[in-house]
T-cell receptor, first 113, second 117 residues
Framework: ETGVTQSPTHLIKTRGQQVTLRCSSQSGHNTVSWYQQALGQGPQFIFQYYREEENGRGNFPPRFSGLQFPNYSSELNVNALELDDSALYLC???FGQGWKTQYFGPGTRLLVL | SQQGEEDPQALSIQEGENATMNCSYKTSINNLQWYRQNSGRGLVHLILIRSNEREKHSGRLRVTLDTSKKSSSLLITASRAADTASYFCATDGDPTRGGGSNYKLTFGKGTLLTVNP
């Protein structure tokens, strides 16, 4: 077990709706990254938060946004859902910055109809 | 975009046999990591090899890294049915740069390993 949890485990939404996914990191892990994994693909980096500030972003539009809280939890928000947003969303946490092992949660599977 | 590319895409072997998966990447790295994923669930970290290391062992796992060829291999010895999973290599950023996105992991598409009992 990595000590990283995510909720919900599964979610079904319709196109145009908004969704919030949650992640709870290990205590002390002040860096959290979010990844999107489409079926049959490897995870793609969405963004990273360090000490509650966005600290890097991948090639995802602004309708993907996030928050990180002082209690080591974080959120991924996606507005105006599109069919292609259907994927497994993974959060990963670690302590501090630098090139380190990241500890992944079990993921939230989102289906957009 | 995908940085690492695993080869083969799928591998089917018998229990007890060894499994070898390869990964190639495109840009300079600081570390290369291998992860395992069962049935589309969370990723489990297996092993990290630094750019100045050539080989690393962990239990039944052996990882090699050739930075001149920008490639790595993962060997699982004496495979078990429980090893059935997808395996991904992941690279991080350019060691000459720092900050933010540079600490992201860039994954390949993975190798689906099936170990038959």
């Amino acid at each position: 077990e990595t000590g990283v949890t995510q909720s919900p485990t599964h979610l079904i939404k319709t196109r145009g709706q908004q969704v919030t996914l949650r992640c709870s990191s290990q205590s002390g892990h002040n860096t959290v990254s979010w990844y999107q994994q489409a079926l049959g693909q490897g995870p793609q980096f969405i963004f990273q938060y360090y000490r509650e500030e966005e600290n890097g972003r991948g090639n995802f539009p602004p309708r993907f946004s996030g928050l990180q809280f002082p209690n080591y939890s974080s959120e991924l928000n996606v507005n105006a859902l599109e069919l292609d947003d259907s994927a497994l969303y993974l959060c990963a946490s670690t302590f501090g910055q630098g090139w380190k092992t990241q500890y992944f949660g079990p993921g939230t599977r989102l289906l957009v109809l | 975009s995908q940085q690492g590319e695993e080869d083969p895409q799928a591998l089917s072997i018998q229990e007890g046999e060894n499994a070898t998966m390869n990964c190639s990447y495109k840009t300079s790295i600081n570390n290369l990591q291998w992860y395992r994923q069962n049935s589309g669930r969370g990723l489990v970290h297996l092993i990290l090899i630094r750019s100045n290391e050539r080989e690393k062992h962990s239990g039944r796992l052996r990882v090699t890294l050739d930075t001149s060829k920008k490639s790595s291999s993962l060997l699982i010895t004496a495979s078990r049915a429980a090893d059935t999973a997808s395996y991904f290599c992941a690279t991080d950023g350019d060691p000459t740069r720092g900050g933010g996105s540079n600490y992201k992991l860039t994954f390949g598409k993975g190798t689906l390993l099936t170990v038959n009992p």
